[in-house]
């Protein structure tokens, strides 16, 4: 792909050829409303899901709170939390980045952005029905598959909406080659209908029976966090690096390897030894885990020669969500192999190891991933500077105290746990109050994450309100914008039409003077004639 994709053209998107077609802008106002809606979205989701999570992590030292309301169990807040924040804010957050970055790298302004919009709306409305019945009861018991199975269907109406334009967008693309972060976009579109089709119907509609339950769980969970989301995450990473570096990707066969190596074996790791599986699966599995070790390897080393000598600009406002999402990543492949161990699994499983894995994955990599590209996007659809955005500083340092404080709680208490539970003469309920130290300061890191969260929403809520409110054209003008992008250059249309409105009266100005002249010529020269006449007949 040429290097004005790789760095960012920002004044407008050039055509194979060379020429100029379509302004940046109006790429960006094509894609404006439904994307922005996703982003706010998404934060009052995450914000729900701190909120609940938060509210379970005080119920480990204070088990009688709102122990009389059976909608707020343990289990039923738990499953809430997961699919608020997997559902609603990360996987609504990734499709409005991913369709921005489609429509920006194909250089095509997006279809019909209106029905994206509707199917945002009713991805919200599956959301919202299968929060409500978890809350009731009915949720499912399987991790990152908690939906009933009635909210299933709509969330897939839904996406058929949101992507299906995507990949409009996407195949309609000027340059038949692709940039790295597309074939990740594309992977994680193909991927997300699959995985919880199979899901819904192998789990919930004609459930499978015994321990098959376990492996298509875990099949699930590994593929929606590696290859779903974990894809779009690594699609803004390979997108953003080489833009703000201001460097070309330094080597594309890499990043290839990487891809097919993540889509051939992301999916099939993490299954620990212990698990109710038999023992090849989970030998196969450790080996898997391996070669995402790798694949996170080449990223790292791929994305580390594109920086080049820039490295200090890594810690600079603009690099730092990258920067965190970049080593959580690193981190995940390498732990994620080393957990897949059997001496360590046996050491690590049924301890608090596993959430600490499990936050550094979802919120080390794949949220810090969402927030910097949705904080580099919002300054371009909406056409202000990245300072009018707001505490975007506070915000990231809110989150990273609450991750950081998070995962080393976590990982180290459960290390203790490990060691105190695998000794016999040790019992079990001395193992539990070992661990309730770790999960009192854990509760503080779930209120930096919930305080980081209304950071964001509020700096997301407060530009989309500035846009309702003061913006020359409004935010709904965003639904139709796209139409006339396709028909060609919409400010020489406008300028078009005008023209030939005016020149017509100017024209018919000219005519009328011509011919009233010659109707009072005409009325002049009649008396003439008429004395004429009465003189020849008298001579």
């Avoid at 509210?55 to 009389?68: I, K, M, Q, T, W």
């Avoid at 009861?137 to 334009?165: N, R």
């Avoid at 070309?248 to 066969?253: C, Q």
């Avoid at 998070?406 to 990982?411: A, F, Q, R």
């Amino acid at each position: 792909m040429s290097e004005s994709i790789n760095k960012g053209n920002e004044s407008g998107v050039s055509a194979p050829g060379g020429e100029f077609e379509i302004p940046v802008e109006e790429l960006d106002q094509s894609c404006r409303t439904p994307v922005l809606f996703m982003f706010y979205k998404a934060g009052g989701w995450l914000v729900l899901s701190a909120l609940f999570g938060l509210l379970n992590s005080v119920r480990f030292h204070a088990p009688d709170l709102l122990a009389h309301c059976p909608w707020l169990t343990y289990g039923r807040v738990e499953a809430f939390a997961s699919v608020a924040f997997v559902y609603g804010f990360a996987l609504q957050a990734a499709f409005g980045v991913a369709l921005w970055l489609v429509v920006r790298m194909s250089r095509t302004a997006l279809v019909k952005p209106g029905f994206i919009f509707v199917g945002a709306c009713f991805w919200n409305i599956g959301v919202a029905v299968g929060a409500v019945g978890i809350l009731a009861g009915d949720g499912a018991p399987h991790i990152l598959f908690e939906l009933p199975k009635y909210a299933v269907p709509i969330l897939l109406v839904a996406y058929a909406l949101m992507a299906g334009l995507g990949l409009v967008a996407f195949l309609k693309r000027q340059s038949k080659e692709l940039y790295v972060s597309q074939w990740f976009l594309f992977a994680a579109f193909l991927w997300f209908p699959w995985i919880l089709t199979a899901a819904t119907l192998l789990l919930q509609y004609f459930p499978v029976r015994g321990v098959a339950q376990v492996a298509i769980a875990g099949w699930y969970g590994t593929g929606l966090t590696m290859i779903v989301l974990g894809g779009i995450g690594l699609a803004i990473l390979f997108y953003l690096i080489p833009k703000l570096s201001e460097r070309p990707l330094h080597s594309r066969h890499m990043a290839l390897f990487a891809f097919w190596l993540l889509l051939f074996f992301g999916n099939s790791a993490g299954i620990l030894s212990g698990s109710t599986l038999p023992s090849w699966i989970s030998g196969l599995s450790a080996a898997m885990s391996f070669f995402v070790c790798l694949a996170a390897a080449l990223v790292g080393l791929n994305l580390y020669h594109t920086v080049g000598n820039r490295l200090s600009s890594l810690f600079e406002p603009e690099f730092r969500f990258v920067t965190v999402a970049t080593v959580s990543f690193l981190l995940l492949g390498l732990l994620g192999a080393v957990n897949a161990m059997s001496g360590v699994a046996e050491l690590t499983q049924f301890t608090l190891v596993l959430p600490a894995l499990q936050t550094l994955a979802l919120g080390g990599f794949i949220m810090m991933a969402l927030f910097a590209g949705i904080y580099h996007i919002l300054p371009r659809i909406l056409g202000i500077n990245e300072s009018q955005i707001g505490a975007v500083n506070l915000h990231f340092w809110l989150s990273l105290g609450g991750l950081a404080l998070t995962i080393g709680v976590l990982g180290l208490g459960g290390l203790l746990q490990g060691q105190t539970m695998i000794d016999p003469t040790i019992p079990f309920t001395a193992v539990t109050k070992s661990a309730l130290t770790f999960l009192r300061l854990e509760t503080v890191g779930s209120i930096l994450l919930l305080a980081g969260s209304v950071v964001f929403m509020v700096n997301v809520g407060k530009v989309a309100c500035r846009l309702v409110c003061c913006g020359p054209k409004g935010i709904l003008s965003g639904l139709t914008g796209a139409e006339n992008v396709e028909e060609g250059s919409e400010t020489a249309a406008s300028e078009s039409r005008p023209r030939t409105n005016a020149v017509a009266p100017k024209r018919a100005a000219n005519k009328a003077p011509k011919k009233s002249a010659k109707k009072t010529t005409k009325k002049a020269a009649a008396p003439k004639r008429k004395q004429a006449k009465k003189a020849a007949k008298k001579s």
